[in-house]
């Protein structure tokens, strides 16, 4: 994840571009509505996006031009459903790429497809589904978390795999090879990740109970 500036063929990177806005246009309308229907959500949506920024600066060196860390993306997902963290976390990924050179401008197409829409989604459908299934909270937030981040990191492999092809196995071969190198780093990333979910998710609701209350406040269908 954060692949850095100028890693993708020109042509990759406008293309991830593409891909990512209607997602983006679509959060920016659903997270306006938010706002002026539910004021008192300004703060939830403060946290949320201040937890993506904080454990997603957290990196240490995984593949050549790209990077292992925990993304975030999960409480937000959970609280406020996936279309919000694609505007949240595009903005946390464009200010760690001025700020931080933490990723690039050049690659924000890409990146914010992997972080804010792939992993988000994933992360609420895993709750939702944890839901329907008869999971407690903790246990749905904790899986939401975890494989919310491991789905951003398949992402990730898949797009690395689509710019460099492996000479012998193609792009099957890369993206077991960027796959597996992620693996080492960031399984136990995931793990830790859903734990701390869980912990944040209990602090600001009081209890785990509460999640369902702080998702009516924010504007989030309940499980």
């Not at 895993?126 to 975890?146: D, E, H, P, Y």
Request: positive net charge.
């Amino acid at each position: 994840m954060h692949i850095m500036e100028g890693f993708l063929p020109v042509e990759h990177a406008v293309g991830w571009f593409g891909v990512s806005a209607p997602f983006v246009v679509a959060g920016v309308m659903r997270l306006r509505r938010i706002v002026r229907e539910r004021p008192q959500a300004k703060m939830m949506l403060a946290a949320a996006g201040a937890f993506t920024f904080l454990l997603s600066a957290l990196k240490m060196p995984s593949v050549t031009g790209s990077c292992s860390h925990p993304t975030g993306t999960g409480l937000g997902a959970v609280v406020f459903g996936p279309a919000v963290m694609s505007v949240l976390g595009m903005i946390v990924l464009l200010f760690q790429a001025l700020l931080l050179a933490h990723g690039g401008l050049t690659t924000l197409g890409a990146n914010v497809f992997s972080m804010a829409i792939v992993g988000p989604w994933v992360s609420w459908g895993v709750w939702r589904l944890a839901g329907k299934l008869g999971a407690s909270i903790a246990v749905a937030v904790f899986f939401a978390a975890m494989l919310g981040d491991l789905a951003t990191y398949m992402t990730t492999s898949v797009q690395l795999a689509l710019a460099y092809p492996d000479l012998s196995s193609g792009i099957p071969g890369a993206i077991a090879k960027f796959g597996g190198i992620f693996a080492v780093t960031q399984l136990p990333l995931a793990i830790v990740e859903g734990l701390l979910t869980v912990v944040v998710m209990n602090a600001l609701s009081g209890r785990a109970g509460k999640v369902d209350e702080i998702q009516v406040l924010c504007g989030e269908v309940n499980r």
